[in-house]
């Protein structure tokens, strides 16, 4: 585990090697994604996990989201994957669409819903999806904030009450911001967006009937 001095050191550098140190030890790290900063911990170890809903104040029913490195390796982690969400995939990924699917064994029960469903997204290029990649391929991908507070896109708009409760911060400077990613289920046979976000339903529909999906019915969970 990073010492308290060493955190301290990385406020202001990029040190993403010593945060992967950190993420495969069962540490939590704050990290820039291509929205806003974020949490991330090992998905597939409970007390890492369990930490960031203590340091966020999140109510342990809401799963937490994870990003993935490349589409192989969430499809080497996911079963039961429909035509639609690998077309989805193949589409938007790299992108901010957050796809819910039928996770295998391993990940901790605090990034699955009851049915044993994650939510995943393959980002653009961004200091979390390299983290990903040093981290055997997956991480923890919620906001570094107070739970009903706005996400952060710099380092300083982080409560000093998170900054102090993890093991390393990568200030890789401002995020772009925007909306975070819209949060998709493609397992029945109606699209849901469970959350709007920054990929419009206009353009998941546009892009589907381009493809010549069938698939370009979406309603709002």
Known sequence: M??????????????????AEAVMAGGTVVIG?????????????DQAVERLFYTKRRAF????????????LVMS????????????????????????L????????????????????VPPECPARLLSSLTNGWITSTSANLSGTA????????????LSSVDVVVDSGPCPGGLPSTVIDPSGTILKILRAGAISEEDIVRRL?????EYSVIEYA
Not at 2 to 18: D, F, G, L, P, T
Request: proline share 7%; hydrophobic share 40%; with cysteine.
């Open 77 to 100: 982690k996911v079963t039961d994957v429909s035509e639609l969400a690998g077309i989805l995939m193949q589409l938007f990924w790299p992108g901010s669409l957050t796809i819910v």
């Open 151 to 162: 996400p952060p896109k710099t380092v300083s708009e982080i409560p000093e009450e998170i």
């Open 61 to 72: 029913s809401k799963p937490l989201p994870l990003i993935s490195a490349c589409n192989e």
């Open 209 to 213: 009937r381009k493809k010549g999906s």
């Open 2 to 19: 990073i010492s308290v001095s060493e955190r301290m050191s990385n406020y202001s550098n990029s040190n993403i090697e010593k945060a």
């Open 102 to 121: 039928k996770a295998k064994d391993g990940f901790s029960r605090h990034v699955l819903n009851d049915s044993a469903y994650l939510g995943v997204r």
């Open 33 to 45: 994604t291509e929205t806003f900063y974020a949490l991330a911990a090992n998905p597939f170890m």
